[in-house]
């Protein structure tokens, strides 16, 4: 079987967030799950897509970590059309098999582009107490949550989901983002209790507005979000960039109408870990059908064969 080691979310090795990828031989079915745990274990990434090529342009992803199988993986998908690009295997429109269901991918001027599942709001988190609770679990005081948008308090924690629940969490600026230091062991606790994957922090930046920055390269004074994301219950303490949680984080921005049906998003995450990754997000034009997209670019650090 051949495998791939790639960056996702960056143009260069050694930042982004690493995915191990690995393609089945023609024909081949899946090795059994504890097989496939063994070979992400070994890769030792925090997740890595098994791929199973299928007639018409559709591929069933599978995704490990080291320990369990889980439904859907944003970088692991990137991360495997760019190895599919490589072996010259994929250049134009996809689907992808998922546990999630059946999700549309392109790749188009350097990136990866796919859909995320249909979204879903869980919960709105207003609860004075529950807010402080969440607040000092990741390391800042209930004031650092306040986001004052013309002089009100207009933005609260959201359990949102685009394929994997997450809280989508909002901090007052970039200094409280930074300054982000959760107690782990609580936080998995936090998690669990409120049945997500972990907590997305979010402040906002300087390209919020009318941007659309999925239409290619540019500069930093377009970024519509500074994000970090914490996952200890799933054992990922922090993560350098997240598909499926800036997916929820895009979706969390058209819900409060901070951005509009058919705009670009351009989100900055893993610079806390020095591994900087750019996010790239949009929302389609049809309010009536919200579909959330998330991509980037890949890098690849290392290829090879597995035997066993």
Request: glycine share 10%; hydrophobic share 40%.
């Amino acid at each position: 079987m051949r495998f791939y080691i790639v960056d996702a979310f960056t143009e260069q090795v050694f930042g982004g967030n690493p995915a191990g990828v690995v393609l089945l031989p023609d024909g081949a079915e899946y090795p059994d799950d504890s097989s496939m745990r063994n070979v992400a274990a070994e890769l030792r990434y925090s997740e890595t897509a098994f791929i199973q090529k299928k007639e018409g342009g559709i591929f069933r992803l599978r995704y490990f970590t080291p320990a369990e199988e889980v439904d859907l993986c944003g970088h692991a998908t990137v991360a495997t059309f760019c190895a599919l690009r490589d072996e010259g295997l994929a250049s134009g429109d996809y689907k992808a098999e998922t546990n999630v269901g059946t999700l549309n991918v392109s790749l188009e001027r350097g990136f990866v582009m796919m859909d995320m599942a249909s979204p879903e709001a869980i919960e709105v988190i207003r609860d004075r107490t529950a807010l402080k609770e969440i607040y000092e679990v990741m390391g800042l005081s209930e004031n650092e949550g306040r986001v004052s948008l013309e002089g009100e308090w207009d933005l609260y924690p959201e359990i949102i989901s685009t394929g994997l629940p997450d809280i989508i969490l909002p901090v007052e600026n970039r200094e409280a983002l930074q300054r982000i230091n959760p107690d782990f062991h609580a936080l998995t606790k936090l998690s669990k209790k409120y049945n997500v994957i972990g907590v997305h922090a979010f402040a906002l930046g300087e390209g919020l507005i009318g941007s659309n920055c999925c239409e290619g390269a540019c500069d930093l004074s377009q970024v519509t979000a500074y994000c970090r994301n914490f996952g200890p219950a799933v054992g990922i303490d922090e993560e350098a960039a997240t598909g499926t949680a800036n997916g929820g984080l895009t979706y969390y921005l058209y819900k409060n109408a901070l951005i509009d049906a058919g705009t670009g998003c351009r989100f900055l995450q893993g610079e806390a870990m020095n591994r900087p990754s750019i996010v790239m997000s949009s929302v389609g034009p049809d309010e009536s059908d919200i579909k959330i997209r998330v991509g980037g670019s890949g890098a690849i650090l290392a290829k090879g064969e597995i035997w066993f």
